[in-house]
């Protein structure tokens, strides 16, 4: 298993960062490494289905997104959603008001199965490029969120 957990500060009101997050049809804007969706099944709300292609070194993977929570009460918020296909990863995004902005945190843990990534890479290289990749992701949130003011 791979796991980060990351944060960061975006200067946006958190009911704005997390109604532009939650919504599928922004993902392929902001996650890096997500093709734009085949097929969305919902709003980003629990019971939320996407399926979309999800690259790493090179090689892309048919994944299917399954958000399983999707909650916005007061100052925070709590959204997940679980991969499954090539390999299984489970994505939170927790959101707290501060400072009006939001405290942006997401923890992501990955299972690559051996036999898929043992021939390219160790784990050790994977979870480096999941840090970055989980980086990156912020950072465009963070971009397009404080952009739209």
Known sequence: MAHTNQSIFI??????????????????YFYNN?????????????????????????????QTIQVTECELSGSTARWTGM????????????????????????DIESYIPHDLFGRITDRMIYERISRNSANHTLENIKAICEGTD
């Not at 200067?11 to 599928?24: M, R």
């Not at 980003?44 to 690259?55: L, N, P, Q, R």
């Not at 927790?94 to 902005?101: E, F």
């Open 11 to 28: 200067n946006a009101p958190l009911e704005d960062v997390f109604q532009y997050t939650i919504n599928p049809e922004n993902w392929a």
């Open 83 to 106: 991969m499954s296909g090539s390999f299984t990863a489970k994505q939170t995004g927790l959101y707290k008001a501060v400072d009006n902005g939001t405290e942006l945190t997401l």
């Open 34 to 62: 997500l093709a734009a969706p085949k097929r969305i099944d919902g709003n980003g709300e629990a019971g939320t289905v996407v399926e979309a292609d999800y690259a790493i070194m090179g090689m892309h993977f048919p």
